[in-house]
């Protein structure tokens, strides 16, 4: 499976090369070179170059080359500074030295003020001409410092690629049957794109669905130009979509080949008769800073110059580490895993070192554990002991280590002391049976479960839904419908405990409780309102009879609505009427209540409505089909009327909701709600600050009054809506870029309504570009993810 997978990217990264590259025939980097010593000196602290990200001005560096034994080649080693696209360096800049020379076989170079970019060139000292290659730079000195950016980019994206590569092929040797489950981790910790449903194949078809259908990748124009380069066509097809890192823009999307494809491009633009200057790429995982080459060297002319960049001269730029998750508790115990996110070259680089996680005491004191990075947990890793006292029940810490040579803090963490506190439920707690109960246990290490069980009596262990809301409580969600009454005992497992803590809590049978019946004149069903209402089996009220429909839960009462097969004869009631109901509960219980048939509900119906699309200065329209389909921060203005001979009177609200009930807005006389006249009210108001930020999906409206409640109504779909800022296509091209925010909010988009040919945006997208098909009639057309029934586009200017 590991040899498809590198074929597989061997394979891309020829594609790349085709696409337009100088050096189309050239190998990607998969040759080995010499390896290069490097020691890098930064305030009196010496570190081997693979653990350190960049340069200082002043720093020291000793670059010393290993040649194998029974090589007898004699090569020169050239050392260069470089300044900027427009400033050429002085010769000053230069240095070299003959490698075979035993008094000259270490380059000491010291970084310069004003350094930008640093590279080292390596060349056959027959034929070699330091002169030429000193001149050369100096003449282009914008052409080699972008070859020094782009190199540096090829080196970073590899060390990823590198890192997910070797660690796949070692769970592959040890166990083939967790490649599916490591690819998916390793993906995550260092954010690289696999084809996943590659992953729900039997282990051993993996490999050849990932590689299927590569050749039917299209690269999009340009790298350099866009500072990005998508891969089009058919999505699915992706093996690999290298995400960012901290060195190249944090959010900007630049994957591997690309910047390969570009460093081919560069570097043909400077070869000669005399000199070919081959791209080389330090490797930063491999140790001794190894070089890759991505092509052989040549003996004869034109003599081969090894090309490679050391890391940039700029200020430290510390990897932004994130928990996925804010607000989770952890476990405070050794191999518990501290979840990261944020930096993927923590994982695939040596950047990160001396890591520590520092604890405070209960007395105010500060101790540290070590931890260590690991990507296939997609966290840091406890390796040392925790004190074993003078912790409190909840645990303060934080992350703390070096960047290379700067110190730098990761996020405050909270975590539960696993020998600390005992759990238990409240003194008064106790379940019902036949309804789902919430439970709150308190006083244990939350962030150190790891499931519960929930067991009635003999019966086998149930898994219950559980939360950690607290670092010291947890929240269930014990499914007791058809339990019967007996205690319950809840089974907490937790990290480094052999045994389930036990718990016992009592469970009781409550009677339903009816505080009222309900029936509108005209209803054709009835509502009982009261407590256990699960337990009604029937109503009748004199001849007609009910059985239970839908039964919701508003604030601490129940509402159960009741059906009937003589619809006919409810409505025939007559408001003011005076009747006695008997309702049946579960075991032949009844009970009889007397109610009188209340007003008919008010009727309404929608009679009008508009919409005004948000503003967004540069943002490019876009236009929703159907009508009802509404963005999610545009102002809607909406008019119903009343079917009712006491008209409207301004002391009723109007209540605008979701369709599935989560989400609500009261909107009352001068706050949203006015009227025209006595049977027309008009309502205006814009979905995410009415019904928040998160709003999707239907909505829907009734009118809420002195009668009573009406209907619900359909409104519409609120959709939350792409900021799309560009979209350019380069003549000739069969690819174009859009450009915006918020592009994960798109599923596909396609370049004409049928959305044959589609391309797919990846989950959880964050770039502020992509490539897409080129428009048949001037017009994209998105697939939205809240509602793909929702057609939208946007016409290309």
């Known amino acids: 499976m590991i040899r498809r997978l590198i074929q597989l990217w061997v394979s891309v990264l020829l594609l790349a090369g085709m696409a337009g590259a100088a050096h189309a025939d050239s190998s990607p980097f998969d040759l080995a070179g010499p390896h290069i010593r490097i020691a890098v000196t930064h305030d009196g602290v010496t570190l081997p170059i693979e653990f350190v990200p960049n340069l200082a001005e002043g720093d020291r560096l000793s670059v010393t080359l290993d040649v194998p034994g029974g090589d007898h080649t004699r090569y020169r080693l050239i050392g260069a500074f470089l300044r900027g696209t427009t400033d050429r360096p002085p010769r000053e800049w230069f240095h070299d030295i003959r490698t075979w020379k035993k008094k000259d076989s270490t380059l000491s170079l010291t970084v310069p003020a004003g350094a930008k970019q640093a590279l080292l060139f390596l060349m056959p000292e027959k034929g070699g001409d330091v002169g030429a290659v000193v001149d050369t730079v100096r003449k282009r000195p914008g052409t ?25 092929r070692a769970v592959e040797k040890d166990n083939p049957e967790k490649v599916a489950a490591a690819s998916q981790a390793l993906t995550r910790s260092l954010s690289i794109k696999l084809k996943t449903d590659c992953l729900k194949q039997p282990a051993d078809l993996q490999a050849a669905c990932l590689t299927k259908n590569s050749e039917t990748m299209l690269l999009a124009d340009s790298h350099s ?29 630049s994957p591997y080949i690309g910047v390969v494809r570009d460093i081919f491009r560069i570097f043909g633009a400077f070869q000669s008769t005399q000199l070919q200057y081959i791209p080389a790429l330090l490797r930063l995982n491999a140790g001794h800073g190894g070089l890759l080459l991505n092509a052989p060297m040549s003996f004869g002319k034109p003599i081969s110059v090894m090309v490679a960049a050391l890391p940039a001269i700029e200020a430290p730029q510390p990897p932004p580490l994130h928990t996925p998750d804010p607000n989770q508790v952890m476990c405070l115990a050794p191999g518990h895993v501290l979840p990261m996110e944020g930096a993927p070259l923590v994982y695939a680089s040596h950047y990160a070192r001396n890591m520590v996680l520092t604890l405070k005491k209960s007395d105010g004191s500060r101790v540290t554990v070590p931890v260590s990075a690991d990507a296939q947990r997609g966290g840091f890793v406890l390796n040392g002991a ?113 045994q389930p803590v036990a718990i016992t809590v009592p469970t009781l049978k409550q009677e339903a409780h009816i505080d009222a019946v309900v029936i509108h004149a005209g209803d054709d069903h009835a509502v009982l309102k009261g407590t256990r209402l699960d337990q009604v089996s029937g109503l ?44 049946t509960e579960t075991g032949r219980r009844r009970s009889r209540l007397s109610f009188t048939v209340a007003a008919a509900r008010p009727e309404i119906s929608l009679a009008d ?67 025209q006249d006595a049977h027309t009210g008009i309502v205006s108001l814009t979905p995410a600050q009415a019904l928040g930020p998160l709003v999707r999906g239907p909505i829907r409206f009734r009118l809420v009054s002195a009668g009573g409640r009406s209907d619900w109504v359909p409104l519409a779909t609120i959709v939350r809506l792409p900021d799309i800022r560009s979209v350019t296509c380069p003549q000739d091209a069969q690819a174009c870029v859009l450009k915006g925010r918020k592009l994960y909010l798109i599923d596909k988009i396609a370049a004409q309504k049928t959305a044959g040919h589609a391309v797919t945006v990846p989950d959880g997208y964050t770039a502020a570009r992509i490539g897409v098909p080129r428009p048949k009639s001037g017009r994209l057309y998105l697939t939205l993810r809240d509602d793909p029934e929702v057609q939208a586009s946007v016409q290309i200017r």
Request: glycine letters at 10%; aromatic letters at 6%; proline letters at 8%.
């Open 144 to 168: 080699f410092v972008r070859a020094a950016q782009e190199l540096n980019q090829a080196a970073l994206d590899r060390a990823r690629l590198d890192a997910f590569l070797t660690q796949l």
């Open 386 to 498: 925790v004190p074993a006292s003078g912790l409190g029940d909840v645990v303060e810490g934080s992350l703390h280590g070096q960047w290379g040579f700067t110190p730098f803090d990761g996020p405050r963490l909270l975590f539960s002391n696993p020998g600390a506190g005992k759990w238990k439920a409240k003194d008064d707690a106790s379940l019902v049976i036949g309804r789902d109960n919430m439970l709150t246990l308190a006083g244990g290490p939350a962030g150190c479960v790891t499931s519960i069980d929930m067991r009635q009596g003999d019966d086998a262990p149930q898994p219950v839904k559980w939360s950690a809301q607290r670092p010291d409580q947890v929240s269930l969600n014990l499914p007791l419908q058809k339990a019967s009454v007996a205690p319950v005992t809840l089974e907490i497992h937790q990290s480094g405990e052999t």
């Open 540 to 583: 009748s009220v004199g001849p007609i009879t009910f059985q239970p429909g839908t039964l919701t839960r508003e604030g601490e009462q129940d509402r159960l609505t009741l059906n009937t097969s003589d619809p006919d004869a409810v409505k025939a009631l007559k408001p003011g009427q005076k009747l006695k109901a008997v309702v």
């Open 225 to 253: 130009s866009a500072l990005a380069s998508t891969l089009v066509g058919a999505p699915t097809d992706l093996a690999f979509q290298l995400s960012a890192t901290p060195q190249g823009n944090f959010g900007y999307y």
């Open 609 to 675: 409505m508009s919409v005004q699309p948000p503003v967004s200065s540069g943002a490019m329209p876009i236009t929703l089909s159907p009508q009802t389909a509404i963005p999610q921060n545009a102002a809607m203005t909406f008019s119903f009327r009343l079917d009712d001979s006491n008209g409207l009177s301004g002391n009723e609200t109007v209540e605008v909701a979701t369709a599935d009930g989560r989400r609500d807005v009261m909107l009352s006389p001068g706050k949203g709600y006015d009227l």
